[in-house]
């Protein structure tokens, strides 16, 4: 590997990791450290982007490899300025073919994918440069990392900020949709999904680690895999694409609540309905509406805004009569007249959305919403506000109002002295409503129950465990 410029290899001999067994005698277990080979073409940006990718792996427990041989997967960060290095790139990828076959290509001449792999169809993955996740993520995919739960300082599953019961399960960065009140495409770029399998294997991670409720998110749920041509993957030994529908039916293999947010009501999603309808996932739809009028709607850019959606809910509901919508809204939108704002309050009512959140449009520095004309007057956008909260607040109460009586599932949230605190399927953490329960037995968090509803207010319920 005359190019590697990795030059801190540990010897390729198994790690002997001493720890203590179940009966408290200590042990040494031998394991075989996973060694990655660096080949590092171009110039000093690309060197330093190959030290950030050999840091990463060495602190999670990888070893450099010094030849193609000894190595388990070679990750070549090539070089793309001139043709010249174009060549030279592609001479480096096939000898690391040629001598050790399981390849991952990195750096500026990524961007050309499709030269690459016409060049070398074997190669395990392609990413651009300074794509220091999307080299982990394939490194990952080729050679797992070793996990020892009494020498790593990071369970498998990584460190997370919400209770143990439930975890937010990230499938894409970014978006492909230019939204004119939204600068986040600006910031965070266009749409990156990651493959099917590591979204998967990151929440068999969670489930095995005790979430029982899988929260999906992204910037736009329902466009997940268009970036990378719905790209199929291994799982579990059978190929899985990276399609809406394809990632909800594996996630509701798990085991787990898997609740939806973020999703456009882009046709497609209908067949998600179904895998609801199943009790595969949950019935639970977060669809960032923002406003009903197709005139706001489209001085919005909204994707789908072309979409009946009143007549699409109603649809949905035929197929899933259980099926809760959560939902925010902007008032105010530049040019928003009081014809739009009635049409919003009417469609809300016939749309019976289940939960609603509803912000004054406020300008953001660097979107082109910022050009229309036809501002709101503050005073307007208040008394909007207010009479939005409350067709929604009487949406609620009715909706809610219809529950009591049945025997529903709950999820505990919190217990604090003697005051327990869940959540029903139509309800996701943080956003939504309770369910407020009365137990004689002893109850944790993440404990699932059978309560009946005993009564409601205008968001919450009151019910009474029954197992
Ligand atoms: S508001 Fe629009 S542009 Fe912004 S992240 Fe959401 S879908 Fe993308």
Redesign the pocket.
Known sequence: MNKTSANSAPKASANQVARHDAAGSRSTIAKATPKVGFVSLGCPKALVDSERIITRLRAEGYAIASDYDGADVVVVNTCGFLDSAKQESLEAIGEAMNANGRVIVTGCFGVEEDRIRDAHPGVLAVTGPHQYERVMEAVHDAVPPLHDPFVDLVPPEGLRLTPRHYAYLKISE??????S?????SL?GDLASRPANHVLAEAERLVTAGVKELLVIS??TSAYGVDIKYAESTWKGRALKARFYDLCAALGDLGAWVRLH?V?PYPHVDDAIGLMAEGKILPYLDI?F?HASPRVLKA????AAQEKTAERIRRWRQMCPDLAIRSTFIVGFPGETDEDFEFLLAWLRESKINRAGCFKYEAVEGARANALPDAVPESVKEERWHRFMEAQREVSAELLEERVGEVIDVVVDTVDQGEIVGRSKWDAPEIDGSVLLESARDLHPGDRVRAKVLRADDYDLWAECVD
């Open positions: 970014g978006c492909n949709n230019r939204c009140f939204c600068i986040i495409p965070r910037q736009d973020y456009y960032p923002q919005m850019r909204r994707p």
